[in-house]
């Protein structure tokens, strides 16, 4: 088996979604520019030789149809000659798409792949346009439908998360992505987005205005457990899932570029990462947020290494339940959990978010000079993922 | 006055002498005051287009019946109105609605269903409902259910215009009245909804094929539906009620481009007669029936796990889940494998079988008792 690397990747600044700075970016400008920087960043790299994108999306209509990743291809990579394709795993797709390009890679089908994903959550709504549940599954097993906060409120209860014990991991992810941000630890995996809009001032005039988007939105400052304790909860009556507990809906993009060996012999490129395992993992969809309970096990196996291997952990914070349910049932160290901050702060672009995290951690883990890490979520319809990676 | 050691003024003793007893009286249907200046009897200003029943209904009279008075308001124009407790619906009325449309067929140009009590209507006669299931008296629930959804499809199919003046509630059955008039004239403070499962059943009386079809007829090419027809069924499913005729518009209760908005009462009944003068004078034609699209199962699953979620989620109880299931059945046609063009009696049979057996269901009979003696829905 021949062995891939990384050796770059970006992401864009997380915006929130339907008011927020990428609201009337869409998806494939948006992911377009992000891949764009990735190849430039690699001058000695014949864009041509790109043997595919791979793009993670788990609402692949309207704005994301269309196979929206040859979409990116043609329009970043301003070539036809690279084919592109969308993959749908929802909220670990971003992942998923880094492990194909891995197995492509390492398998011998590909030389350097661009994998990664978007998600606009501003132009289409959470599941989509058209919900067309089967009707005889809707009958028979009607929690395979369920919505994501309908099955945090069941891990809250199955795993007895008390609302408290959410306010305050919620809290302390805002608290640690805003300490991230002011000392500038996720600049470097970045893009500056140009953001143009258009639009009719009071006299009906049209005009243009440009601005950068480089910085996530979705963290605040201020606040306090205690004033979290006050929001009504949104899933359930007397449930305990609450707006600010849960990840926020978001726009953005993140894309990797992987390549085998020969190629960065060929081109002189020092890797930055490999991985070295990935896992998927399907559990009981109501309790679909326990699913890195299953997956993390098998990645670890997979990579020969043990828990205590691991570093970091990038597990992404769905809901402070099920997050905390994951590290209490894996008896994970919360000290080496999201030490940036989490999806519950920073946003969760459902399909762009596993290429996200990797590239968070991938930076996270160079600047601390660590070894070993993971990045695992839970998946719609009861599924997990995990991804372990070697910082090279 | 005199007898409390008063004196009146001195223009109340001319006035009497001069054989005006009273200072205002009525004339011809409109109002007249006694004016000092003049000394005469003469008409209030601005009111000399107001049509007041209680001055008309005994000398305009074309027809009686126990709850209901059918009068002529001029022009070829007739008003029903009935006058039972709360302005409820039953037999009296189903049959007063009938018969009103088989005398201004043949005799008149148009017809108003307005009154002028409190509301329009709070809806159907529950007791009677209610009684009637707790003798398991099926047979005379599915009658009266038919006879209802009879007397909608007769206010739509007639050869003359039908103009539905509505105002303050207008609920369940009276809502229902409303959905099948040629044209509705609302006062702008008009609470109009389709209540029903408020006291555990499902609008029966073409209620709900009303939704289904107003879904149906804002379906345009292209569309995704669903949403479209979710919003009708959350009109039902939700017992919502518009705050005004304004947003009965927004609800699709009444129709935007169609159906007009009177500010006030006094003006409601004479515009509404303008309107089917209008209608009248253009050339009415019995509508046509059409048919109406349903969702079948394409429709159907998302209903059924939205039932499903919200009780899991504590917010509707378990047989909220089971009356959402059967409302969802109904405007999605049943479990049609594809969206498919049905009649309007397809779904009259399969609305009158929820509301059957709701009925049949003891917390449908808990929720309609709750309702009779408390005066509010119970959420059993």
Known sequence: MKTAYIVAGYRSAVGKSGKGVFKFTRPDDLAAGIIKYLVASIPQLDKEKIDDVICGNATPEAEQGLNIGRMISLIGLDTTKVPGMTVNRYCSSGLETIAIANAKIQSGMADCIIAGGVECMSPIPFGGWRIIPNLDVAKNHPDWYWSMGLTAEAVANKWSISRKDQDKFAFYSHQKALNAIEKGYFKSGIVPIKVKEIYLDENEKRQERDFIVDKDEGPRKGGSVEELAKLKTVFAQDGTVTAANASQTSDGAAFILLMSEKMIKALDIKPIAKLLSYSIAGVEPKYMGIGPVEAVPIALEKAKLKLNDIEQIELNEAFASQSLAVIRELKLNPDIVNVNGGAIALGHPLGCTGAKLTIQLINEMKRRKQKYGMVTMCVGAGQGAAGVFEIL | ?380
């Open chain 2, 1 to 380: 006055m005199e007898e409390a050691g008063y004196k009146a003024a001195n223009w109340v003793y001319e006035m009497i002498k001069s054989g005006n007893h009273s200072f205002y009286t009525v004339e011809k249907g409109g109002v007249n005051y006694y004016n000092t200046t003049n000394k005469s009897q003469e008409k209030i200003a601005g009111m000399e287009n107001f049509i007041i029943l209680d001055h008309i209904r005994k000398n305009n009279k074309i027809w009686s019946n126990s709850g209901c008075n059918l009068t002529d308001i001029g022009d070829g124009i007739l008003n029903l109105e009935w006058r039972t407790k709360m302005n409820t619906i039953g037999g009296e009325v189903l049959e007063g609605i009938q018969k009103s449309i088989d005398i201004t067929e043949k005799n008149f140009k148009g017809l108003v269903i307005a009154n002028q009590g409190e509301n329009f209507s709070i809806g159907a006669n529950i007791a009677m409902i209610f009684m009637m299931a707790i003798e398991q008296e099926y047979d005379e629930i599915d009658f009266a259910v038919r006879s209802f959804q009879n007397t909608t499809a007769r206010i739509r199919y007639s050869s003359v215009p039908v103009v539905v003046a509505t105002h303050g509630m207008t609920l369940g059955g009276g809502c229902e009245i409303a959905l099948y008039a040629d044209h509705v004239q609302a006062s702008a403070e008009t609470y109009i909804g389709l209540v029903e499962m408020g006291v555990g059943v499902i609008p029966a009386g073409g209620g709900t094929k009303a939704m289904a079809e107003r879904a149906s007829n804002s379906f345009f090419k292209g569309d995704i539906q669903l949403p479209t027809l979710k919003e009708r069924y959350l009109n039902i499913g939700m017992a919502k009620v518009a705050t005004s005729a304004q947003e009965a518009l927004e609800l699709d209760l009444l129709i935007k481009n169609r159906d007009k908005v009177t500010i006030g009462m006094n003006n409601l009944i004479t515009d509404a007669k303008e309107a089917t003068l209008n209608l009248a004078n253009k050339g009415y034609t019995q509508p046509v029936p059409k048919k109406i699209k349903v969702l079948g199962k394409e429709g159907l699953g998302m209903f059924m796990v939205g039932a499903h979620s919200m009780h899991v989620a504590g917010y509707i109880t378990k047989h909220e889940k089971l009356m959402s299931e059967k409302l969802a059945n109904v405007i999605c046609g049943g479990d049609l494998s594809t969206p498919t063009l049905v009649s309007e009696q397809y779904l009259l049979d399969l609305e009158r079988e929820a509301f059957l057996s709701l009925c049949g269901e003891r917390k449908t009979i808990e929720r309609i008792e709750h309702m009779l003696k408390k005066g509010k829905p119970l959420r059993n």
